[in-house]
């Protein structure tokens, strides 16, 4: 199924042979990260998503402000996390990024975080993003440089 964007021309490929690349980042579960009983509070996956995204972006060679120079920005549009098994204080976690779905002007994040330890499957979920113009709040296109940058990490190519 070919995709006609405005600039891109994208051909989705279904097959088990072309396997995206995954974007893995360790952290540790940190006290303020927990609830009175010691395990990881339901809302603090979203900012765990957010850092690995964050940090994906350093690994790629830029971060937010590459997109605040341009005057844009990456406001979320949809959120999703699926719970499986609770985290606590000070487990070592690690969370493995992949590009989803990615739109001429959005990008669909799919994440999974694992105790690091044990190789548990503690959450995973997923996040859109739009690129928006900071003025008017309107979608823009993503940007070529960034799009190309992402597009080994996609499972949708």
Not at 144 to 150: I, M, Q, V
Request: aromatic fraction near 18%; charged fraction near 30%; hydrophobic fraction near 40%.
């Amino acid at each position: 199924m070919d995709i006609h964007l405005t600039h891109y021309t994208f051909t989705k490929r279904f097959s088990e042979n072309l396997t995206p690349k995954t974007f893995k980042f360790p952290f540790r579960v940190a006290w303020v990260d927990t609830d009175a009983a010691q395990v990881v509070h339901f809302s603090n996956y979203f900012k765990f998503f957010e850092k690995i995204e964050e940090e994906f972006y350093r690994h790629l060679g830029f971060n937010f402000n590459y997109f605040v120079e341009r005057g844009m920005w990456l406001p979320r549009v949809e959120a999703f996390c699926q719970y499986k098994k609770p985290a606590k204080f000070n487990d070592l976690l690690e969370g493995e990024l992949i590009v989803e779905e990615l739109r001429e002007k959005s990008v669909k994040y799919h994440f999974k975080i694992f105790n690091k330890e044990t190789a548990t499957l503690i959450a995973e979920g997923y996040v859109v993003a739009v690129t928006a113009d900071k003025n008017t709040g309107r979608a823009v296109q993503i940007p070529k440089y960034f799009l190309e940058k992402l597009k080994p990490y996609c499972k949708c190519l």
